[in-house]
């Protein structure tokens, strides 16, 4: 079983960056590919970026591409996402995700965070 606990969302101007992160318990967190999603007021959750197990493998939503990056360090147990050049369309709030296999597919994620919140102001 594995447990997440995002953290790093706040309140940041357009054009501000934030890092957000998913710090997992379990010793077999190196054997997840982690997801990061995002649900905006009014809207349905969307996927956002996956990284494998490794951090070998990363694939970006087109709406995010260019200016979001995951990463994971598994000695620390935490994924990360640097979000640059944030807009008030990337309001939402942020939940990270695991799942058993790397997929660009947005589904099959068995453990969930409790999601952190990120404000982007105009």
């Known amino acids: 079983q594995v447990q997440l606990v995002e953290s790093g969302g706040g309140l940041v101007q357009t054009g501000g960056s934030l890092r957000l992160s998913c710090a997992a318990s379990?010793?077999?967190?190196?054997?997840?590919?982690i997801g990061w999603f995002r649900q905006a007021p009014g809207k349905e959750r969307e996927f956002v970026a996956v990284?494998?197990?490794?951090?070998?493998?990363?694939y970006y939503a087109d709406s995010v591409k260019g200016q979001f990056t995951i990463s994971r360090d598994n000695a620390k147990n935490t994924v990360y996402l640097q979000m640059n050049s944030l807009k008030p369309e990337d309001t939402a709030v942020y939940y990270c995700?695991?799942?058993?296999?790397?997929?660009?597919?947005?589904?099959?994620?068995?453990?969930w965070g409790q999601g952190t919140q990120v404000t982007v102001s105009s």
């Open positions: 379990g010793r077999t967190f190196s054997m997840y590919a």
């Open positions: 990284i494998n197990w490794s951090g070998g493998s990363t």
């Open positions: 995700a695991a799942r058993k296999g790397f997929a660009i597919a947005g589904t099959g994620y068995e453990y």
